[in-house]
């Protein structure tokens, strides 16, 4: 009777344990599900495309950090930030050209181009603060001198000075396309508009012959390597900071068409015989203009030169039904298929001339703003349909855009410059 009593106590104590692990065992295999979905999730993900040119913004990566040290910030990754809201400056801007203001155009994706930030290799560029450059560069002249990419450029400068700074005067120095003072600091910026930078105009053969007229030549376009276009001439000697560019017109054949109306270059008011293709006249006049530029200008000036900014025509160029219709950053490998020199591509001109820009800027005085690479990829930041045109606009950029990005750059350049003396 004891024995069947003991046996009865033994197993009701067995139950009770096997009750009291019932909950700690279900919640066991219910992690264990869990577990296993999560990862079999995170394979599903990790094996979706992912662009390795950008990711997602991470506010607490401590590789995100702030430098002012040696970074190269030419190069690096576009990192996608949702909750981005651009205080800089908006579509209200007048100054922006129409063909440029995506937003008012109505561009799909023009409230997503400026949620794509700029991080360079090893360090991130501070956020621009305008009033601090205002106070920094009180007193001081900047100049942009070039074709309609400086002036998108100009245009991003003044849109983002204009909303920290109401005080402005509309007024152009010597030659210049557009110009504004901020009166408060006395800080002008200007436009300067240039196609080729060296002076030209039309050419028609001479009745009574010549050297030109002896190789059966009728008409052109007559380039003076060694004068520069009188828009810019005193920009030298007004502004105390200057940017460069030129290029684009280079490879113009709508413009400059090597039979009907080739490029026909003189020097020191001769023509150059025999005569020179366009790339040998583009190392003749960067020669020459670099050298005018520091001879004429100011103490202590400060000179850049911005290289090529890069088009993104897919399927012909502007004026063969070329397009640009992409939402999104291109990868890394598209790059390449766009830009490589080794496959002539329709956009390859970008990598050409930076060619010529770096033999040319060599030993000069000259600071190199490298805008290229960072820019081959934003294949989602032109006009496209949105610019107006009777074709795509894949050549100028939308604003607000990466222009803004350009001026960032240029802006840690001179306050380094600036630490340095």
């Known amino acids: 009777m004891a024995t069947r009593d003991n046996d009865t106590t033994v197993n009701q104590t067995k139950k009770k344990a096997s009750l009291s692990l019932f909950p700690l065992l279900s919640l066991l295999c219910f992690a264990s599900i869990f577990l296993c979905l999560s990862l079999s999730n995170k394979a599903s993900i990790s094996q979706q495309p992912h662009p390795a040119s950008f990711q997602q913004f991470n506010p607490n990566d401590p590789n995100a950090r702030f ?4 970074c190269d910030y030419s190069h690096g990754t576009w990192i996608h930030d949702p909750t981005y809201v651009s205080h800089r400056y908006d579509a209200t801007c007048k100054e922006i050209f129409k063909g440029w203001n995506c937003a008012l155009n109505n ?3 023009a409230g ?10 090893g360090c991130q560029l501070p956020p621009f603060d305008p009033v601090l450059f205002l106070e920094t560069y009180r007193d001081t002249n900047i100049g942009f001198v070039g074709d309609s990419l400086n002036r998108n450029m100009f245009v991003s400068l003044f849109c983002t000075l204009r909303r920290a700074s109401s005080e402005v005067k509309k007024w152009r120095p010597v030659g210049a396309d557009r110009g504004f003072t901020f009166l408060h600091y006395n800080l002008t910026i200007a436009y300067h508009r240039t196609n080729l930078l060296a002076r030209y105009g039309r050419w028609s053969a001479n009745a009574n012959g010549g050297e030109l007229e002896s190789l059966a030549y009728k008409e052109g376009y007559r380039v003076d390597v060694d004068i520069p276009e009188g828009t810019w001439a005193e920009a030298p000697s007004f502004h105390n900071i200057l940017i460069f560019n030129t290029g684009h017109w280079w490879w113009a054949p709508s413009k400059f068409d090597p039979v009907k109306s080739p490029m026909l270059f003189f020097e020191k008011g001769l023509p150059i015989i025999p005569p020179i293709p366009p790339d040998a006249g583009l190392d003749m006049v960067l020669q020459h203009m670099l050298h005018f530029v520091e001879r004429k200008q100011r103490a202590g000036a400060i000179n850049f030169f911005r290289t090529q900014s890069p088009r993104h025509f897919e399927g012909g160029d502007w004026d063969h039904g070329g397009f640009c219709q992409r ?8 790059v390449e298929e766009f830009f490589s020199l080794g496959n002539n591509a329709t956009n390859v001109e970008a990598r050409q001339v930076n060619q010529h820009l770096h033999r040319a800027l060599e030993g000069s005085g000259f600071h190199i703003l490298d805008i290229t690479h960072m820019s081959e990829f934003r294949a989602d930041a032109h006009p496209s349909t949105a610019g107006g045109k009777k074709h795509d606009d894949c050549m100028h950029w939308c604003l607000p855009g990466i222009t803004d990005t350009w001026n960032d750059l240029l802006i840690m350049h001179l306050n380094n410059l600036k630490g340095r003396n």
């Open 107 to 109: 561009k799909s994706n």
């Open 67 to 70: 430098s002012s040290g040696s």
């Open 327 to 334: 939402l999104l950053p291109l990868l890394p490998e598209q």
């Open 112 to 121: 997503d181009i400026t949620k794509w930030r700029w991080m360079p290799k």
